[in-house]
């Protein structure tokens, strides 16, 4: 009998234990995707040091030129906006558009001056809703947010909207096998092929014109480079 209840109380720590688990990783989750309070602003500065390289290979993607307008759509931490202002210039413009109010709020602060003068524009805002112009822009990147979109038809129909007719759009995406791996996947993440994506991009009018890869192996993250058709 002793052995039994042993056993039982064992079982239920160890779901409670899981239980907390779940929960962590599901706030853990949450932040990813629309980054909030002192925990999000936490959170963007992780995004800054782990994305850093995978943003500026997806800028170097988009082949800008000085004094065209450029946007990041779903910025998180910031740091593909500095990025796109040294690459269009000192004539050239760049529109934020993040989900978040934390981050939109953290971005106003960190580049103060570059709002101040009109070079850069921030928007509160979804990537199925751009506050963005027909036609407007002349290259974007949105990295690591489509996980989070459950209609991306309507995402990719925006940003086949926004972008200039010679415009490019590049999407970053991590790679299936390796995103399943992360403990934070099964928590409001939807992992989709790169195939998929490209897909759901045409039928949009947005046609693949570069398949890049972004790190080392096999599971490497994938830059897609759009154009419209």
Known sequence: M?????RLRCFE?????????????????????????LRGRLVGG?????????????????????????????FGGGVGLGLLLERVGPNGQVHGVDFS??????????????????????HTGSITKLPLEDGSIHGAITINTIYFIADLDRAFAELARVVAPSGRVVVGIGDPQMMARIPTTPFGFTIRPADEVVALAKTAGLIL????RAGQGEEAAHLLVFAQS
């Open 2 to 6: 002793l052995f039994t209840c042993d």
């Open 13 to 37: 720590h160890y779901h409670s234990a899981m239980g907390l688990r779940a929960w962590i990783l599901g706030g853990m989750a949450a932040q990813l995707g629309r980054p909030t309070g």
């Open 46 to 74: 992780m995004l800054n040091r782990s994305n850093g390289g995978f943003i500026a290979a997806a800028i170097d993607a988009l082949d800008l030129k000085a004094g065209e307008v450029a946007a990041d759509l779903g």
């Open 101 to 122: 109010p934390t981050m939109v709020s953290q971005a106003e602060s960190r580049y103060r001056s570059d709002v101040a003068s009109g070079r850069l524009h921030l």
């Open 209 to 212: 014109q570069d398949h890049k």
